[in-house]
């Protein structure tokens, strides 16, 4: 068996995330990991110790991460900057601290003025995930062959070692800078989230007859977009607050498109809703190439 990167592993929010993270690691029967976990949330640390994931379930924030070499922030970005402010104090020299956020221009301005010169905190973001939340969504495959971003502006031994812990996980890992991740996750996951928000609220404020046979007709298409709108709203909220500029930006791109659309279909304009489509089509493949389906 492989060395571990990390001995001692702490994980901050039992969430999907986080909870993945800790069936991952579990996974793979290390005996010499030890897995520390923490949820403000009393009753998902109940689940967390009744579904054993992790060595240890502390009824203490400080308890959780005093002894550990990696600390993984797997809370919303909203509550980043009070964690970071309370794990400060009790983190041990060397130790490397990351995070699981969906922003991460937000993350670094509210976690890394908190960091003590000591520690190595480098931001991260998984894109790997699934309409549900709480403690009982994780899985251990969750990451498996998904990409996980770092944000550095280097390669360090740091950035190393936390590279090759996510790939164990069965990541395949990169790093970008953080204004390339908030930008390309504006487009990638935020608008498409907000859209899937607007669409399926649209459908709730139709007229009640409407609106029933809107849930009793649903074809695949609002059937995906209701399994996107069915996301963690706490998570959502801190995400469109937290990455306003570069969804603003997205969003813009999005309503001169959609405009442009509005026209050709207004002066029936057939030849250019096929090029359109046919070149959206092509995308979806490509992805589909690339494993991300």
């Known amino acids: 068996m492989n060395k571990p990167e990390f001995k001692k592993i702490s994980v901050i929010g039992l969430g999907l995330i986080g909870t993945s993270i800790l069936h991952a690691i579990n996974a793979k029967k290390n005996e010499d990991v030890t897995t520390f976990a923490y949820d403000l949330n009393s009753k998902h640390r109940d689940i967390v110790s009744e579904m054993n994931i992790a060595t240890f379930v502390c009824n203490d924030i400080h308890d959780a991460i005093k002894n550990a070499d ?3 922030l797997a809370v919303p970005v909203g509550s980043m900057k009070s964690v970071a402010i309370s794990i400060a104090p009790s983190l041990k020299k060397g130790t490397v601290v990351t995070d ?3 922003t991460k221009s937000s993350v670094i301005n509210d976690v890394n003025p908190c960091m003590p010169m000591s520690v190595n905190f480098i931001p991260s973001h998984p894109l790997a995930g699934t309409e549900y939340s709480g403690p009982k969504s994780g899985f251990s495959t969750l990451f ?3 990409y996980w971003l770092i944000v550095s502006d280097k390669h360090t031994y740091q950035t190393n070692k936390l590279s090759k812990f ?6 395949i890992v990169e790093i970008v800078s953080a204004e390339y991740h908030d930008k390309i ?4 996951s935020h608008l498409p989230h907000l859209i899937a928000y607007t669409i399926v609220g649209t459908a709730s404020d ?3 007859d409407l609106k029933n046979d809107v849930i009793k007709f649903s074809a695949s298409g609002f059937r995906d977009f209701t399994r996107i709108a069915a996301s963690d709203p706490i998570m959502w909220r801190d995400i469109f607050l937290n990455n306003s500029e570069a969804v603003l930006e997205m969003l813009q791109r ?12 207004r002066k029936k304009e057939g030849q250019k809703l096929h090029s359109f489509f046919s070149r959206t089509r092509s995308i979806r493949k490509k992805i589909i190439e690339a494993g991300q389906i």
Request: hydrophobic residues 45%.
């Open 70 to 72: 990696l600390v993984i």
């Open 100 to 102: 699981t956020g969906s």
């Open 144 to 146: 498996k062959n998904r």
């Open 166 to 171: 996510f790939e164990s996980l069965g990541s």
């Open 185 to 188: 996750l504006a487009i990638t």
């Open 206 to 208: 139709l007229e009640a």
């Open 254 to 265: 999005f309503n001169e498109d959609i405009s442009d659309l509005q026209k050709a279909i």
